[in-house]
Nanobody
Framework: VQLQASGGGLVQPGGSLRLSCTIS????????MGWFRQAPGNEREFVAA????????HYADSVKGRFTIFRDNAKPTMYLQMNSLKPEDTAVYYC?????????????????WGQGTLVTVSS
C-alpha cells in the first residue's frame, strides 16, 4: 500500500487548507484512513479518522468543529478540510491506513503511512 499526502502550505490564522491523500496498491474501501500530525519537539498525535462508509469517524478534541475528514472511494482519495486554522495547528501532517472495519485513534493500529506534508499557520 502506498500513500501520498499533499496540500500543505503556509496559511494565516483563521484561514483554511485542504489536505489530500491518495492510496494505491490495495482496495481502498477495506481500510480505515486517518490523519496524524507531529509538531517540532512533540510526539505524533491523532487528528481524525474514518472508515470507508463514513459511519465510524473520530476527531481529536483540539480539531472538532474545525476539521472535517472525508473520502472519495472512487478515486481513491482521502481529504482533510481544515478551517479556522490556529498557529498551534502547525505541524507535519501524515495520512495513514489501518486494515480495520471501525475507525481507530491508536497510532499502532495503522500499518501504512504516507510521507508528511507541512502545514504552517502564521501571520
Amino acid at each position: 500500500v502506498q500513500l501520498q499526502a499533499s496540500g500543505g502550505g503556509l496559511v494565516q490564522p483563521g484561514g483554511s487548507l485542504r489536505l489530500s491523500c491518495t492510496i494505491s496498491g490495495r482496495t481502498f474501501s477495506r481500510y480505515v484512513m486517518g490523519w496524524f500530525r507531529q509538531a517540532p519537539g512533540n510526539e505524533r498525535e491523532f487528528v481524525a479518522a474514518n472508515n470507508w462508509s463514513g459511519t465510524s469517524t473520530h476527531y481529536a478534541d483540539s480539531v472538532k468543529g474545525r476539521f472535517t475528514i472525508f473520502r472519495d472511494n472512487a478515486k481513491p482519495t482521502m481529504y482533510l478540510q481544515m478551517n479556522s486554522l490556529k498557529p498551534e495547528d502547525t505541524a507535519v501532517y501524515y495520512c495513514a491506513a489501518a486494515p480495520r472495519t471501525f475507525s481507530t485513534t491508536t497510532t499502532s493500529d495503522y500499518d501504512y503511512w504516507g510521507q508528511g506534508t507541512l502545514v504552517t499557520v502564521s501571520s
